[in-house]
Nanobody, 118 residues
Framework: QVQLVESGGGLVHIGESLTLSCVVSGNIYNPNTMGWYRQRPGKYREPVATITSDGQTESVAGRFTISRDIARSTVYLQMDNLQPEDTATYYC???????????????WGQGTPVTVSS
């Protein structure tokens, strides 16, 4: 079993930065893809950034940077120049192995809320 615990969310003002952390534990193996997703109020969950076990990254915007510290089993999301539309609950995810990913290889954290205020 795999567990993910996010932290770092909170209230920030427009233009500020925030770094989210996700500690991953359990039976993690390669290949894998770790990612951050968010669900804005009244919207579906959407991807923000992903990073593979061989270090390839994707992000929906240049002000979102994903990284991982293998020694600390932690995935980070650095968010810069935050805007009110970034207000959401941010979730950490890990996908184990190759697609497709059944439920026993697709794991989610409980989420951490981020509010961007003017």
């Amino acid at each position: 079993q795999v567990q993910l615990v996010e932290s770092g969310g909170g209230l920030v003002h427009i233009g500020e930065s925030l770094t989210l952390s996700c500690v991953v534990s359990g039976n993690i193996y390669n290949p894998n893809t770790m990612g951050w997703y968010r669900q804005r109020p009244g919207k579906y969950r959407e991807p923000v950034a992903t990073i593979t076990s061989d270090g390839q990254t994707e992000s929906v915007a240049g002000r979102f940077t994903i990284s991982r510290d293998i020694a600390r089993s932690t995935v980070y999301l650095q968010m810069d120049n935050l805007q009110p539309e970034d207000t959401a609950t941010y979730y950490c995810n890990v996908l184990l192995g190759k697609a497709p990913w059944p439920s026993d290889r697709d794991f989610w954290g409980q989420g951490t809320p981020v509010t961007v205020s003017s």
